[in-house]
């Protein structure tokens, strides 16, 4: 069944900790994206990547960390510099131009 | 400033009235914009992507319209159902868009269907 992964669904951190994020597609996209959602709010871009091996900071990248070793993986590592990290955090992978596929997302919450 | 603007920022209706969900943008010059349903707590899905030569798109009781001259799009859901209850989200696409992908997403429409 092809789509976007997203793991765990709920997340807890405690203070000073780091957490990864998972998403994993088998859609064969090239792009993948992370976007953070907090109530009210329009989704924000963290990182994006085209290729493998090759990400790009977005609009609020400080705290976080990407990787791309594979083209259907991209996790995202919420450091502790992140200061106000609880949030609900959305991957999404497209095809170049073309409408984006959402993963279901993870919750993450700071205990 | 590249801004995607909706309206209303939430709405109840009955079940199986009609509505309209407004998105208004600045993003210039413009490739395409989408609408995305999000269920509370879920990713959002696609209903529609519509490129500039297009003005209107259906998706079963979901019709999309965009007036590229006026830089307006609406979503009109026909005979609502229960399970329409969620975010509706405008999203519209430029090389010079808001984000670093360039994309600018609206804050989305909250609506609810009461039965």
């Not at chain 1, 976007?4 to 088998?26: A, D, H, M, W």
């Not at chain 2, 590229?68 to 696409?93: E, F, G, P, R």
């Amino acid at each position: 069944d092809g789509g976007i992964t997203q793991s765990p669904k709920y997340l807890f951190r405690k203070e000073g900790q780091n957490v990864t994020l998972s998403c994993e597609q088998n859609l064969n996209h090239d792009a993948m994206y992370w976007y953070r959602q907090d109530p009210g709010q329009g989704l924000r871009l963290i990182y994006y990547s085209q290729i493998v091996n090759d990400f790009q900071k977005g609009d609020i990248a400080e705290g976080y960390s990407v990787s791309r070793e594979k083209k259907e993986s991209f996790p995202l590592t919420v450091t502790s510099a992140q200061k106000n990290p609880t949030a609900f955090y959305l991957c999404a992978s497209s095809k170049t131009n073309t409408e984006a596929f959402f993963g279901q997302g993870t919750r993450l919450t700071v205990v | 400033k590249n801004q995607v603007e909706q309206s209303p920022q939430s709405l109840i209706i009955l079940e199986g009235k009609n509505c309209t969900l407004q998105c208004n943008y600045t993003v210039s010059p413009f490739s395409n914009l989408r609408w995305y349903k999000q269920d509370t707590g879920r990713g959002p899905v696609s209903l529609t992507i519509m490129t500039f030569s297009e003005n209107t798109k259906s998706n079963g009781r979901y019709t999309a319209t965009l007036d590229a001259d006026t830089k307006q799009s609406s979503l009109h859901i026909t005979a609502s159902q229960l399970s329409d209850s969620a975010s509706y989200i405008c999203v519209v696409s430029g090389p010079s868009g808001g984000g670093a992908d360039g994309l600018t997403f609206g804050k989305g429409t909250h609506l609810i269907i009461q039965p």
